[in-house]
């Protein structure tokens, strides 16, 4: 991609360095009344020059960094502004087998930058040895100092009802009102009918996966692939220029949008690990600058060796103060200067790694305590592939957390796994054993079915294995368990009786998820059964296999899934933020489990391996609702409490709900809900 636009910078004489003229408290490029000053944190660096770029990419200036105080080089470069095109080269030790890589020969991106001038690129120019190095200036994104910053914005803190996860490219290539340029564009975001789908919806927090700019994992140039997910980053406090190629400034249009109408905007943050990777992996800015610091090592023989607990081939040292820094930095200036209300912090658990994880390491602890991020909305992936990785309802009340726990054993009930019957409860009725800890409630928990790492809902119930051939590793990535089905045949089918069976199971599916308790969140596209061909693990496809197909979504589903956040708005018994005890208030329990026979159920009952329907009788304040879960491929006569009862929503339209004597027939594979009729 070539370089993108850049405001031009004036230039009243010839740049020069001011002599000790730096400060060292803003990291980064600051454009002040007397020039840039520019501050980077290095411990290890001998030397730390800044490269001036023309519009024509040559390299035109090169000033070393003549301040050093506290481990920041710093120097203050008269006669340039906002728009000047930068890069950094640093020098010291040179030693690989103990983590050392400086080279003046790399060029190297601020890690503060705001804006970059174009995306990364891989080639095996930027890992050469320092021997036989040659300047990777034409290879390596320039960074641009940034101006004046915007009116500082105030975070959208009110807990979501309903989070939607996007990729922003793979969201907006087909949308019909998305067109040209705007494209596979955060900008793209903005059109009316975007919007207009997630009022629709009910959606409240659309969650935007990595912002950040990234570069393409090592193996996929050759396959002919590239990052479709993002998660890969370089420069945190820089959107890639993919998604925003006019500048940061198209983020914060779209945050002031979608706060008009009530919508938060969450980022996906991945401050576990960088796409420097491995010993292999390019030099582009932090193992240039400073590899000790920002990375966690081992030593092994004596040699250094890169920690992988993310998988990656490097983990962020977070527990570091430099690296805490710019975490916080670059959270705040997501919130206050492009408006985001919140984030996903992707394998959150790296963020409490010291080196074991710790619930209550500085990290998060800084996070939790920051004024600006503590109104935030804030979520943790809580688990990384390292040793002792899984700290499901570690985080505290200030984090919300997925529960990997509620997808899978949801998908195990559906899928039809015997003994389900007490999980199904314990996952419905909020996953209290996990959550209801220290003053946190039910909404800790986003409950979900499907995300971007896995199958689509369709896919769910269309395959019983991946395929992901399409990514060039003879399918071996990806998980094997998914706990799903495919309804009699393996893949897309024309028999009208499993295709059927299959939008009926996703419906089931999508209201068990919605009659939850907890926060739902669903991914882009489920609700309009959209496929990737059995991919679970769509990274390298920014193609149509990710691309939202919107001109053959299913109209009625996406219609049925905003039917589902409306009942759930409209009904407290179902959403109120609190724990369920089935205890007498009042006069009234707040939920009775009934067997389909209509008696509460018994300890025989709950260890009944084959219990396959379940009633939560639900009750808060003068709203009761009653709702009937029923997997067998059969109808079930439920006999319900005494009085009158209506359909309030069921997952099985086609099927009408009888009502006889004191029963109501059940669809198969459905969820049904009833409410009293209300005079």
């Not at 320092?130 to 807990?159: C, F, M, S, W």
């Not at 240039?288 to 607990?309: A, F, I, M, S």
């Not at 998820?513 to 769509?538: C, K």
């Not at 929503?649 to 969820?671: C, K, N």
């Amino acid at each position: 991609m070539p370089p993108a636009s850049s405001p031009r910078f004036a230039l009243s004489s010839t740049p020069a360095l001011v002599p000790l003229g730096g400060h060292t408290d803003h990291l980064g490029a600051t454009a002040t009344a007397e020039g840039v000053n520019f501050a980077v944190y290095s411990e290890s660096a001998s030397a730390i020059w800044v490269c001036l770029f023309d519009e024509q990419d040559k390299e035109i200036e090169r000033f070393e960094l003549d301040m050093h105080q506290d481990n920041v080089h710093a120097g203050l470069i008269a006669n340039i502004g906002p728009g000047a095109r930068y890069g950094l080269r640093a020098d010291g030790p040179y030693d690989p087998d103990q983590g050392y890589f400086f080279d003046p020969n790399k060029l190297l991106v601020d890690p503060y930058a705001r804006h970059l001038d174009r995306v990364f690129v891989r080639s095996p120019r930027l890992r050469l040895a320092r021997e036989d190095a040659v300047d990777t200036a034409e290879l390596v994104p320039k960074a641009i100092v940034p101006g004046g910053g915007n009116d500082l914005a105030q975070p959208r803190k009110k807990v979501p009802g309903l989070y939607y996860e996007l990729n922003v490219r793979g969201f907006t290539m087909r949308h019909p009102s998305v067109q040209g340029p705007l494209r596979g564009t955060v900008a793209g975001l903005t059109t009316r009918r975007v919007i207009d789908h997630f009022k629709h919806l009910g959606v409240d927090a659309v969650q935007l996966m990595p912002t950040a700019a990234w570069i393409d994992e090592g193996h996929l140039p050759q396959l002919g692939l590239t990052n479709a997910w993002g998660y890969n980053p370089v420069a945190y406090f820089a959107v890639d220029p993919r998604l925003a190629p006019r500048g940061p400034q198209e983020l914060r249009v779209m945050t002031d949008a979608y706060r008009k109408v009530g919508i938060a905007v969450i980022l996906d943050v991945v401050y576990n690990h960088t796409g420097e990777g491995d010993s292999e992996g390019p030099i582009l800015s932090m193992m240039g600058l400073d590899p000790q610091t920002y990375y966690r090592w081992v030593e092994v023989d004596g040699k250094k060796r890169l920690v992988n607990d993310t998988g990656t081939g490097n983990t962020l040292r977070c527990d570091h103060p430099a690296v805490q820094r710019l975490v916080i930095e670059s959270l705040r200036y997501y919130v206050e200067e492009l408006g985001v209300s919140g984030f996903r912090f992707d394998l959150a658990t790296i963020l409490g790694r010291d080196p074991g994880f710790n619930p209550e390491a500085e990290m998060l602890e800084k996070i939790k305590a920051d004024p600006v991020l503590k109104k935030a909305i804030l979520v943790a992936e809580p688990w990384d592939p390292g040793p002792g990785g899984y700290g499901l309802g570690k985080f505290g009340k200030e984090f919300a957390e997925h529960n990997d726990t509620y997808r899978d054993e949801i998908r195990a009930f559906w899928k039809g796994e015997n003994g389900k019957i007490g999980a199904l409860a314990g996952k419905v009725s909020g996953s209290a054993e996990i959550f209801d800890v220290a003053g946190r409630k039910p909404s800790a928990g986003v409950n979900m079915l499907a995300v971007h790492d896995g199958f689509t809902l369709r896919d769910l119930v269309s395959y019983h294995d991946k395929h992901n051939e399409a990514n060039g590793e003879h399918n071996r990535d990806g998980h094997n368990h998914n706990s799903s089905w495919n309804c009699g045949v393996e893949g897309e089918t024309d028999d009208e009786a499993i295709n059927h069976a299959r939008k009926r199971d996703v419906r089931a599916l999508l209201a068990t998820l919605f009659l939850s308790r907890g926060t739902p969140l669903i991914q882009q596209g489920d609700e309009m059964y959209r496929t990737q061909q059995g991919n679970n693990n769509a990274y390298a496809q920014d193609n149509e296999i990710t691309w939202v197909d919107w001109e053959n979504g299913d109209g009625a589903l996406v219609d049925f899934v905003g039917a589902l956040k409306s009942f759930r708005k409209a009904h407290p018994a179902v959403s109120h933020d609190h724990w369920l005890t089935g205890q007498d208030r009042n006069g009234a329990r707040d939920v009775m489990w009934l067997h389909p026979d209509g008696r509460e159920m018994t300890v025989a009952d709950w260890n009944d391996s084959g219990a396959s329907v379940l009633g939560m009788h639900l009750r808060h304040k003068d709203d009761e609702v009653l709702v009937w879960f029923n997997r067998r491929v059969e109808p079930v006569v439920a006999r319900l409490p005494e009085g009158e009862w209506a359909v309030g929503i069921q997952s099985d339209q086609s099927f009408e709900v009888a009502f006889t004597e004191g029963t109501a027939t059940l669809p198969p594979r459905s969820v049904v809900a009833l409410v009293r009729p209300r005079a």
